[in-house]
């Protein structure tokens, strides 16, 4: 349990690398293509269709949600593997709530299950790796709204 404890504390060192590897500085470009079709591109040329009709693309709060959940994962899993975990699986369920009837409509809160298998996962380590997270590290949930709520759970190895 020591040894645990050592690795657990020893993560904020570790993140270094890995979060100054992000950029200050994002561009992309949203282009309007028919109706209410548009077509986002990122400055690395990645492309996400945006349909408020929902029928050639996503609605534009569904990647911002993904985003959120893409957040927390990338996080947890690093943190996880400077804890010595062996992940085999990782996977989030993310749903958002958006409460508002007249706008703006935006997300209120966000139940985030994390699915972990692997070895040595340990109750201990996915909540350290939540909390900090969450508490420090993810920069989507921290450009949200503050009173937006955040439920995670988790599950381990089933």
């Not at 645990?4 to 979060?19: F, P, Q, R, S």
């Not at 949600?65 to 804890?83: E, N, P, R, Y």
């Not at 062996?86 to 989030?92: A, C, I, R, Y």
Request: hydrophobic residues 35%; proline residues 3%.
């Amino acid at each position: 349990m020591q040894e645990e404890e050592k690795t657990v504390h020893g993560l904020e060192e570790a993140v270094g690398t890995y979060k100054t590897k992000v950029a200050t500085v994002f561009k992309g470009t949203v282009k309007w293509e028919k109706d209410l079709i548009f077509l986002a591109r990122t400055q690395k040329g990645y492309e996400i269709d945006y349909d408020a009709n929902v029928e050639w693309g996503c609605q534009p709060s569904e990647p911002f949600m993904l985003s959120l959940g893409a957040c927390i994962a990338t996080d947890c899993v690093m943190f996880l593997q400077k804890m010595k975990v062996e992940l085999t699986e990782f996977k989030v369920d993310i749903t958002g709530t958006k409460e508002r009837q007249e706008p703006p409509h935006y997300f209120t809160g966000f139940d985030i299950v994390l699915h972990i298998k692997g070895k040595d996962v340990s109750e201990n380590k996915v909540k350290r790796a939540i909390a900090l997270s969450k508490d420090k590290y993810c920069g989507i949930y921290h450009s949200l709204r503050s009173d937006v709520k955040l439920n995670i759970e988790y599950k381990i190895n089933e």
